[in-house]
């Protein structure tokens, strides 16, 4: 070929990329894509400019109300907050994102995996800035590990302190602590040889040898690595319906030393899949890593009839009818757990018409979505709350005591909510 | 607005190289290459665009009437001086009023008056442009640009703006009196612009994780090879994202007619750290050459009051001052300062009679060290670092290479390496002289370029594990 046509063609096409974006924009002509269920947040568009603000900004400052000139058109360029939200939505509403956004991954991983490759680490980066891993045979992904020091201790003292407390102002009220033994905390996170300050189940140990002697606490402990796998999906940070069956029987066993009169415990029947659907989870989402997608289990448990209130509201929480009909997103990276178990809410009651007259507050995570009807139907009225909620972190538990006539608590979900993280903890 | 940006690339750049060649005429492709540079500098300094008008229209009044002065046969040195620190004021009061260390009361009172007062960016060279255009003036060296749109063009052109390389305005005189393209330019322009924008974005934006995690500990809690990790990640990522920047300027230049000098030429191959700022930052240390050594010795040879070693060192002060008006970047320009004296004393005559390699050798550390002075900015963390470096720290085992999770850039510092040597730039050389290898070459520039721009879009990639909260 001859130069002169090597180099034409290497414009050509050079140029062809330049400009793509620029018409894609200009064709949108203002219909921007503004959520990324990919991201599960909206996207940065750009901003509009109105040449009538711009008019009105030239005529004030004209008049000399340069003030009033810059709040109707000038001060966003000067403060430079126009070019920011422009440099954010070229990126965001850039012609075919998600593809170029993988190519990014893709390339993040072969550095990654040309890096470990002669090292014997059985985990590695799942991408540059992810900060999750991916297990050296790239099955399952997993968060970073949990650290355990100093800082770590105080924070566990502040909730051991606070359990002290609630059990010391609230002898009347049934006090029981669930905890799920996640990867990162365990003894099983394939990385913990490399980390002086790894967690490596410490933390754990630590809570258990200073917690009140009298706070009723369960664990759903990991075994092995391998337990891990079983228990937890590989693409998403939540355990599955297995494993959290496990967690409602230990639970059972739990109220059951405060709660002898206690209804039967619920089985499940079957264990059955929703055929067809590959759930990439939050993690995939995060580290785009190309890991076998998950399957989505659920069990067919007998239940009462129930009701289920979402701030106040009578509401169909669960996605789970749609889900068993057939009625979800195919969308590749659509967080299934989510839609199938609910979405995380402030306050949600679930009504159950028994004899019972004990009603439960349950300080949880998103974890309990899995088995907390399960458990509902053992009180008259569950109310679950998540504390990252600020309707609820300033919340008194006296105030919850009051609103719903509360006779037994259960604090229930990973560490960072059940021993750690004395701002998540329920205030007495 | 910075190069690699996507609104740059996909929006600025397109629109500007089609106006640009719309038409050929020199006053047309002036007036858009004006509008284009002061968009490009609008969108990052909004405010400093007056500065920078104001400092275009003095200086082509200046230049003027210091032409007329010496055509009249008078001395327009006083009217040079004048003008050079009317340039300088702006440069030097915003450099000192936006480092917090100084505490004089006209600073603090703009602090006061501007709470969000910052250094605007490219000051320094469109200063220093402005400078050697009034020097070579009065020096008789060019004729005072009559036409305005050339001379604000010289100052503002937006390859240069930012990160120079610093010209000469007799360099760009006949390309801006009739700035021409062909098609090879633009395409080996575009070539040269993709290169740098891999240098910048694939490597040194990379390595600058690392640096920072290592510099961040500010203390000898680590091992010598972490500490060794952050310290040749910095060299490189410094290099990469410098040169890189360069080569897309010279890049962009060449595409709208315009040959910028070259700034790098392999620094750290340099067998002596003279011959090392020979290879960094050329232009700027052409710039200091010009119109600070050489009048510093010819006042030397006709007064006799300097020598050679304090001109020297003058030079490299400055350089520091150039760099950052904090202690570790004067204490750095001083560093190089004294080790030039010293080889221009003696121990340049003793290195060269060593092997090259250790000549090499002995460059390159003294580099390094350089960029343990210039990276950390607390001088009382640079006794912790160096520790460190010679394995006398005391490492917790706490920061590792794995706990700062920076083990998986390794590769990318290994290619940094070879890049910063001619390796590649001969591979690159012998494949665009075949014609296959050359079809190869351009096929692999434009993956890049897509990988490039991939990786600046996910930036933007923003998923959550817990996006619920």
């Excluded at chain 1, 180099?7 to 140029?15: A, G, K, P, R, S």
């Excluded at chain 1, 759930?279 to 009839?305: T, W």
């Excluded at chain 2, 030039?340 to 250790?358: A, C, D, I, N, T």
Aim: charged share 20%.
């Amino acid at each position: 070929m001859k130069k002169y046509i090597q180099n034409l063609v290497f414009i050509l096409i050079i140029f062809a990329l330049l400009i793509s974006p620029l018409i894609f924009w200009l064709s949108r002509n203002g219909a921007w894509t503004e959520d990324s269920i990919l991201e599960d947040r909206k996207l940065v568009v750009f901003p509009q400019v109105s040449v009538q603000d711009f008019k009105i900004g030239l005529k004030r400052v004209y008049q000399g109300l340069y003030a009033e000139a810059g709040e109707v058109f000038f001060n966003r360029f000067i403060s430079g907050s126009f070019q920011r939200t422009v440099n954010k939505a070229a990126a965001e509403q850039m012609l075919l994102r998600i593809p170029l956004v993988e190519l990014a991954k893709s390339f993040d991983r072969a550095v990654i995996h040309s890096a470990y490759a002669a090292l014997p680490d059985e985990a590695y980066p799942a991408s540059f800035n992810s900060g999750l891993y991916v297990d050296r045979r790239g099955e399952n992904l997993m968060q970073d590990l949990a650290l355990f020091n100093q800082a770590e201790k105080e924070a566990i003292d502040t909730r051991i302190a606070n359990y002290e407390q609630l059990l010391a102002e609230y002898p009347d009220i049934h006090f029981y602590v669930y905890n799920i033994e996640t990867l990162p905390y365990s003894r099983f996170y394939p990385l913990n040889a490399y980390f002086p300050q790894a967690d490596n189940g410490q933390s754990l140990d630590y809570f258990l040898a200073n917690k009140p002697e009298n706070l009723a606490f369960a664990n759903f402990a990991l075994n092995s690595y391998a337990d891990y796998q079983k228990r937890f999906f590989r693409t998403d940070q939540h355990w599955n319906i297995r494993a959290s069956l496990d967690a409602y029987e230990q639970i059972y066993a739990l109220l059951k030393d405060q709660y002898p009169d206690i209804s039967p415990m619920l089985t499940a029947e079957a264990i059955k899949k929703i055929d067809g659907l590959e759930f990439q989870g939050s993690m995939a989402r995060k580290s785009l890593y190309p890991v076998e997608p998950d399957i989505l289990e659920y069990a067919n448990v007998s239940m009462p009839a129930y009701d289920t209130y979402v701030d106040g509201e009578l509401s169909n929480y669960s996605g789970r009818e749609n889900y068993l009909n057939g009625i979800y997103s195919r969308e590749k990276f659509f967080n299934h757990y989510r839609g199938f178990y609910g979405k995380q809410q402030i306050l949600i009651q679930f009504h159950f018409n028994n004899e019972t007259r004990r009603n439960l507050l349950m300080v949880t995570s998103s974890y309990s979505r899995t088995i907390q009807m399960y458990l509902a139907s053992h009180f008259h009225d569950t109310y679950v709350i998540d504390l990252r909620f600020e309707e609820n972190s300033t919340k008194r538990l006296q105030q919850f005591i009051d609103d719903y006539d509360i006779t037994d608590v259960l604090v229930f979900g990973q560490p960072t909510v059940t021993y750690y993280s004395a701002e998540d903890a329920i205030k007495p | 607005m910075l190069f690699p940006s996507l609104v740059f690339l996909f929006i600025f750049f397109p629109i500007v190289l089609i106006l640009y060649n719309l038409n050929r005429s020199a006053a047309y492709r002036n007036v858009i290459l004006l509008l284009a540079s002061l968009v490009f500098y609008t969108w990052g300094e909004p405010v400093y665009v007056f500065l920078l008008l104001l400092l275009i229209l003095y200086n082509w009044a200046a230049g003027r009437w210091i032409d007329k002065k010496n055509a009249a046969g008078g001395d327009a040195g006083l009217l040079t001086g004048i003008s050079i620190a009317v340039n300088l004021l702006p440069l030097v009061l915003l450099k000192a009023a936006t480092t917090a260390q100084f505490n004089l009361p006209l600073l603090n009172a703009l602090r006061t008056q501007f709470p969000n007062l910052r250094f605007p960016l490219g000051i320094s060279f469109f200063t220093f442009s402005a400078i050697s255009y009034l020097v070579d003036v009065n020096r008789g060296e060019i004729e005072a640009e009559t036409n305005l749109l050339r001379l604000a063009n010289y100052m503002a052109f937006f390859p240069k703006l930012l990160q120079g390389p610093i010209t000469r305005f007799k360099d760009m005189q006949t390309d801006l009196a009739s700035p021409r393209t062909n098609l090879d330019d633009i395409a080996d322009g575009l070539r040269r612009f993709i290169i740098g924008l891999t240098k910048k974005v694939l490597i040194a934006d990379n390595l600058a994780v690392v640096a920072d995690k290592v510099f961040g500990l500010q203390g000898s809690d680590m091992a010598a090879g972490l500490a060794w990790y952050g310290l040749l990640a910095f060299a490189v990522q410094i290099y990469m994202d410098f040169s890189g920047y360069t080569d897309m300027a010279i890049g962009l230049a060449r595409m709208l007619g315009f040959k910028l000098p070259e700034n790098f030429n392999f620094p750290y191959l340099s067998r002596s750290i003279a011959d090392f700022w020979r290879r960094w930052h050329m232009s700027l240390m052409n710039f200091f050459r010009t119109y600070i050594f050489m009048p510093l010795e010819i006042a030397r040879r006709k007064l006799k009051h300097f020598r050679q070693q304090s001109n020297l060192l003058i030079v490299f002060l400055v350089t520091g001052f150039w760099h950052g008006i904090t202690p570790n970047f004067i204490l750095w320009g001083l560093y190089f300062g004294l080790i030039s004296v010293l080889e221009s004393s003696f121990l340049g005559r003793w290195l060269k009679k060593l092997p090259v390699f250790l000549q090499r050798v002995y460059a390159l550390l003294l580099i390094l060290i350089g960029w343990v002075f210039f990276k950390i900015e607390d001088v009382a963390n640079w006794g912790p670092f160096f520790k460190a470096l010679v394995g006398a720290g005391q490492p917790s085992g706490l920061n590792t290479a794995r706990t700062l999770n920076i083990l998986m850039y390794f590769p990318l510092l290994l290619l940094g390496i070879i890049a910063s040597t001619p390796l590649f730039k001969e591979i690159y050389d012998r494949m665009r002289k075949n014609k296959v290898t050359s079809l190869v070459l351009d096929a692999l520039l434009v993956g890049v370029f897509l990988l490039c721009t991939a990786v600046t879009v996910s930036g933007s990639y923003q998923a959550f594990l817990y996006s619920e909260f």
